[in-house]
């Protein structure tokens, strides 16, 4: 049994993605290099089979830049870091797994986000927990819990950038929101560091005074 073709406009996003792969493996940023990375990765999605992702059909240019623009960057600095800290601290550097929950559900999302984190020189994602959505991120020179909770917001900021490139509405809603209200999804450290209360906790509270 034929499986049912998937409309290329919702394919849109993996076979970019996997043109800016292709570059990034060959090392080579070059605009012949993309182009044969979208002539392979349009062979792929299009003649190979794989699993359903559920595409939301949008794409936007402008973050989509902005998101590359970021990533290049990212990897140009990263790779500066990585020598001087194998250089100035070598053996004695202190590395961290970093678990970070991310907004979207979305297959395709999770993905371009692990993906785009792993490429970056002194990280990699080792463990992936579909059911929450959570990356398990090794992350190089993490001395505290400040360095921890900066990675982590830097996640979501990369996985923020790819939702407003081709997520999906809701997604893309809480993004918003999130913009609006000037804080990132989930609880900060402090937040997190909090002991947690409740209404046995205050008789006043439970005899409604307060």
Known sequence: M??????LRLELPLILFLGFFWMAVWQSFELGTLIIGLVYAVII????????LRGSGRINLFWGLV??????????????QVSWIAVVK???VRNSIISIQLRSHDDLIVTLTGHSLALVPGS????????TATLYLHAL???DDTDAERIRRDALRTEALIIRTCGNRSDLAVVKAERRLGRMAGFSKTERDAPLTSLSDDPRRLAGEV
């Open 2 to 7: 034929r499986r049912p073709k998937t409309p």
């Open 67 to 80: 998101f590359l623009v970021r990533f290049l960057g990212k990897m140009v600095y990263a790779s500066f």
């Open 45 to 52: 999605v299009r003649l190979f089979y794989l699993p359903p």
């Open 141 to 143: 020179n993490v001395t």
């Open 124 to 131: 990699l994602v080792i463990d992936v927990d579909r059911t």
């Open 90 to 92: 070598g053996p004695r």
